[in-house]
Nanobody, 121 residues
């Protein structure tokens, strides 16, 4: 069994900063790609940022230069540092990790429960 625990969401003023964390726990053997997605009301879930085991990263155009994704492999944790936030960043943010458990030979997508981020004055 694998569990992803997210933390760090909340209310932030436009231009402010927020840091999200997502820690994986359980019967973990290896983790491939870690990522953050977000879903605003009435919209589809979109990729925000992703980071590979070698620490190469990808970002949605809308967050480039403002958000930074990082990972701590020893802690099975991925972070999303958000700066210069905008009202359009308001959404539920979901953590995603591609995890191979000790009793498997495949990487499977696991999701966090989601954390609300609201950017408003």
């Amino acid at each position: 069994q694998v569990h992803l625990e997210e933390s760090g969401g909340g209310l932030v003023q436009p231009g402010g900063s927020l840091r999200l964390s997502c820690a994986a726990s359980g019967n973990i053997f290896d983790i491939n790609i870690m990522a953050w997605y977000r879903q605003a009301p009435g919209k589809q879930r979109d990729l925000v940022a992703a980071i590979r085991r070698g620490f190469s990263t990808d970002y949605a155009d809308s967050v480039k230069g403002r958000f930074t994704i990082s990972r701590d492999n020893a802690k099975n944790t991925v972070y999303l540092q958000m700066h210069s936030t905008k009202p359009e960043d308001t959404a539920v943010y979901y953590c995603n990790q591609q995890i191979m458990t000790k009793d498997s030979s495949d990487f499977i997508d696991y999701w966090g429960q989601g954390t609300q981020v609201t950017v408003s004055s």
